[in-house]
């Protein structure tokens, strides 16, 4: 870019490696450092820096794992992997107090041999779907950044072997660049990257899906869809969903503005998905999934901003609106839809409901083999017989925060559970869907502090116009109430679709 006299001064910072920009990192860091560094001018012998230090690489804290096939993977770092070592043990294994742990892939190793500064930014497995093939687990891609920025190089990747796929077998291997890549079977893939002028939005994502066949040099892939030049990125996905197949593209308008594309289920064409372009679109089995994030006016039917309904899927896409099935209605504005989980057999929608987190359980009944519905499958007239049935609620206990994670949604009801407090360390546990109430404990993060004698309450505050505002309340032992007055932090917080 050419310098005028209204070029921001720091415009230089958009070339990230250049020398004037690497020297301005170099400043800044030492200016940053002599403001931080403690009463000697070292950071090391800061006793806040020591205490800090030792909590971020307590060997103690949870690994964060994913279940694929027969193994939990999970990416760790500490002071001997600086970079980073993705790793993976068995599931019996990782319960153990010392898991032992093997190493798929050494980002610090992989690092020096290459000279590069690799970022690990994460895998996408291959689903083989329903068929001989359905349990098998080989075949990913990884995604690592030079230093730590979005452009990532995409490179094919052999679990079993724990080696990248060698050219003799046509790897599929994406360049630097903010590219997408999507599986669609062992050969064949659809990705999004810069194809030239035209294929990427201004803000450097691709706007083109392209289908890639194993082997196809790189600009002999096809092009089968396009966004527009002011998207902020267009794409596509491709997956199973227990046994059914999904085909969506999706444009995102903008960062909170997306139109989705799902395949029609007779004319096999992509038509666009009929919902407001701000609601979440998911599916379950054989239903989409809709988190209305407004109110929508469906027919006769009114749905309440922060409802979360399912319809069935193939009905829906061909224009049908007579299914709904209502997951979560908010009770009041302090009510709100704070994600959802999945089982083999269960949906879990959580919440946050006036401070405190509830979690819906619904269980999917899907329709039997041989029923109606399914001798009649294709057929528009027919309404699908699967359905959700409520099953019952969960509330987090004194104050906690608490989250359900489906283990394997394929194949169990097993969950993650993963609580935390004010004056609890994080605890991850096992659970089995829809008793969320019956865990066993697993992991435990290190407690940094006595919390003997300390206390917490959900209390309300009422302001001058009568509202009553929700907080939290920490006291410290021999605190009570009407007592001398004591040193109080407070604190708040709220963001763009975030509750205070």
């Not at 205490?51 to 994913?66: C, F, H, M, T, W």
């Not at 057929?379 to 969960?394: M, P, Y």
Request: with cysteine.
């Amino acid at each position: 870019m050419a310098p005028t006299e209204n070029t921001p001064d720091d415009v230089f910072l958009e070339d990230l490696q250049s020398e004037r920009s690497m020297e301005w990192v170099t400043k800044e860091n030492t200016r940053a450092i002599a403001a931080i560094s403690g009463p000697d001018g070292t950071p090391e012998r800061d006793p806040l820096f020591a205490k800090l230090r030792a909590i971020y690489d307590d060997e103690k804290k949870i690994p964060n794992v994913r279940l694929r096939g027969d193994f939990v993977y999970n990416f760790w770092q500490d002071d001997a992997h600086v970079k980073g070592i993705w790793r993976r043990t068995t599931m019996g294994d990782f319960k153990l107090k010392d898991p032992t742990w093997e190493t798929v892939l050494d980002v610090d190793a992989l690092s020096a041999a290459e000279q590069k500064s690799w970022v690990w930014k994460g895998p996408s497995f291959l689903d083989y779907g329903p068929g001989d093939d359905a349990f098998r687990v080989d075949r990913c891609v990884v995604k690592l950044s030079d230093g730590g920025t979005d452009a990532c190089v995409v490179r094919e990747f052999d679990v079993t072997t724990k080696t990248f796929v060698g050219d003799d077998e046509k790897p599929f291997v994406l360049p630097v660049g903010k590219s997408n890549f999507c599986w669609i079977d062992r050969d064949t893939a659809w990705i999004g990257a810069d194809f030239g002028e035209g294929t990427v939005s201004p803000s450097g994502y691709p706007l083109t899906i392209r289908e890639w066949k194993r082997g196809e040099a790189l600009p002999d892939s096809t092009e089968i869809w396009r966004g527009q030049p002011t998207d902020v990125v267009a794409a596509g996905s491709a997956y199973w969903d227990k046994g059914v197949r999904y085909q969506v593209w999706y444009r995102a308008k903008t960062f909170y503005d997306t139109e989705h594309f799902a395949l029609h289920p007779d004319t096999k064409t992509m038509v666009l998905v009929d919902i407001p372009s701000d609601f979440g679109f998911n599916t379950f089995a054989d239903h989409v999934v809709i988190h209305c994030k407004s109110a929508w006016e469906v027919g006769s039917l009114q749905f309440k901003a922060g409802c979360v309904v399912a319809h069935p899927a193939d009905a829906f896409v061909r224009g049908d609106r007579s299914q709904f099935t209502e997951l979560y209605v908010p009770k009041d504005e302090r009510c709100s839809y704070a994600g959802s989980t999945e089982t083999k057999d269960y949906l879990l929608i959580h919440t946050l409901e006036h401070m405190v987190v509830r979690v819906y359980v619904w269980r999917f009944v899907k329709a039997a083999v041989g029923d109606d519905a399914t001798k009649a499958a294709g057929d528009a007239r027919t309404k699908n017989k699967s359905t959700f049935q409520f099953v019952k609620e969960h509330v987090a206990p004194d104050c906690q925060s608490f989250e359900a994670n489906g283990i394997d949604a394929d194949r169990s009801n097993e969950l993650w559970v993963t609580t935390d407090g004010y004056l609890d360390p994080v605890t991850l546990s096992t659970a089995c869907a829809p008793d969320l109430e019956i865990s066993a404990p697993c992991k435990e993060n290190t407690a940094w502090f006595d919390t003997n004698g300390m206390t917490v309450e959900l209390r309300e505050a009422v302001s001058d116009d009568g509202t009553a505002v929700p907080y939290f309340l920490v006291k410290g032992a021999g605190v009570v109430d009407g007592g001398a007055p004591v040193p109080t932090v407070l604190y708040g917080y709220g963001g763009v679709g975030i509750s205070l």
